[in-house]
């Protein structure tokens, strides 16, 4: 679909930037719309030459083209440069299944704790998921104290 330009409402300058309020044909007004200058160079050059000529307003000299690609972060190989130094080697940790707790059990035998009380926030779903794990274990605590 393509949006034709029914009139140039006013302009502003948005920085260093000039924007034009544009009034698009079959749409009201209250969908009027923001375009910048480089945009409107390409897609309606003699509409904005003509409002530009009449109130006498200076181009922003910016162009509308696509964004340079940003550099590569790679280094040049490392026989141009200097050589990385190797340090010693880093002992392999055991699984997390395979590691003993602060009791000396093995955490798989280790029971279900239900929802973490521990870390940082918490979404709505997590607090609400801890508050009914903990009303569960004080229900399943005073049936078996009865």
Do not use: C
Request: no cysteine; proline share 6%; glycine share 6%.
């Amino acid at each position: 679909m393509q949006y034709v330009i029914e009139d140039i409402i006013t302009h502003q300058k948005h920085g260093t930037q000039n924007q034009f309020l544009i009034k698009w044909e079959d749409w009201p007004e209250s969908m009027s719309s923001w375009v910048s200058e480089a945009a409107l160079k390409t897609d309606a050059p003699e509409t904005l030459a003509e409002y530009m000529d009449k109130h006498d307003i200076q181009s922003d000299g910016q162009v509308l083209d696509k964004p340079a690609a940003k550099p590569s972060r790679k280094r040049a190989s490392s026989a141009a440069g200097k050589k990385k130094k190797k340090g010693p080697a880093k002992k392999p940790r055991p699984s997390k299944a395979a590691r003993p707790d602060a009791q000396g059990v093995q955490n798989s035998q280790l029971v279900d704790k239900g929802p973490s009380l521990r870390g940082g926030r918490k979404t709505r779903s997590q607090r609400t998921a801890v508050k009914s794990y903990a009303h569960q274990m004080l229900m399943e605590a005073l049936k078996r104290a009865s």
